[in-house]
């Protein structure tokens, strides 16, 4: 079965300073990841997947997320943060082949002005 | 263009009312998915369909729960004898399914935030 633990349940930085959103996965097949974003009172909103391709992954926004097979890991990071960037962050995997997505438990992530 | 729909946004329900929650997909997606986020918890996967097929059932959390889409567009996720741990927010995702299922994006609706006293 698949699943991912993402290992902060909230992240605090300060305006400008780099972002990483930590992901573990788990999978029996070759897994397609994604990460998504939802802002409050909006529909999740799809920042980058990864699906065998490239192992780095660059997504909207100035996100990215590289593909570790070696420790399962999908962790997300941008440059500099913004404070529009601040939101609920989740890790998603789906088994190859299989559409269902499998969602972590989410990350909040807020920016310090 | 118009990207997914819910209704209602919001529904209070009394426990042992039965609810009804539509989804309208973005026009032409194949697929359709409902999920179920609890408060504080990433989304649920609850079904799935293929045009009017319901591939996969096997979120569904009991048998008070039932999901249809009989022309294979709008999609309907009824809750019957609702009680109050169904509480939540329901989402509706589609998307287009061409080709190998791992490349298609999933578009989410706004949700519908149910809430059972």
């Known amino acids: 079965a698949q699943s991912v633990t993402q290992l902060d349940s909230h992240v605090s930085v300060s305006e400008g300073t780099p972002v990483l959103l930590r992901c573990n996965y788990s999978?029996?097949?070759?897994?397609?990841l994604f990460w998504y974003v939802q802002h409050p009172n909006k529909g999740l909103q799809l920042l980058l997947k990864?699906?065998?391709?490239?192992?780095l992954v660059k997504g909207i926004n100035g996100f990215e997320a590289e593909f570790k097979k070696s420790e399962t890991s999908f962790h997300l990071t941008k440059p500099s943060a913004h404070m529009s960037d601040a939101a609920e962050y989740f890790c998603?995997?789906?088994?190859?082949?299989?559409?269902?997505?499998?969602f972590g438990t989410g990350t909040r992530l807020t920016i310090i002005p | 263009g118009a990207g997914v729909s819910q209704s209602p946004r919001y529904k209070v329900a009394k426990r042992g009312q039965d609810v009804a929650l539509r989804c309208d997909p973005i026009?032409?997606?194949?697929?359709l998915f409902w999920y179920q986020q609890a408060l504080g918890q990433g989304p649920e996967f609850l079904t799935y369909?293929?045009?009017?097929?319901?591939?996969?059932k096997s979120g569904l959390p009991s048998d008070r729960f039932f999901a249809e889409r009989p022309e294979g567009s709008v999609s309907t996720l009824k809750i019957q004898r609702t009680q109050q741990e169904d509480s939540a927010v329901y989402l509706c995702?589609?998307?287009?399914?061409?080709?190998?299922?791992?490349?298609?994006?999933?578009?989410f609706g706004p949700g519908t935030r149910l809430t059972v006293l």
């Open positions: 995702a589609s998307s287009l399914n061409f080709g190998d299922p791992s490349y298609n994006e999933q578009f």
């Open positions: 999978s029996s097949y070759s897994p397609s």
């Open positions: 990864y699906t065998s391709a490239a192992t």
């Open positions: 998603v995997v789906s088994d190859f082949g299989n559409e269902k997505l499998t």
């Open positions: 026009s032409g997606h194949v697929s």
């Open positions: 369909f293929q045009n009017e097929a319901q591939l996969d």
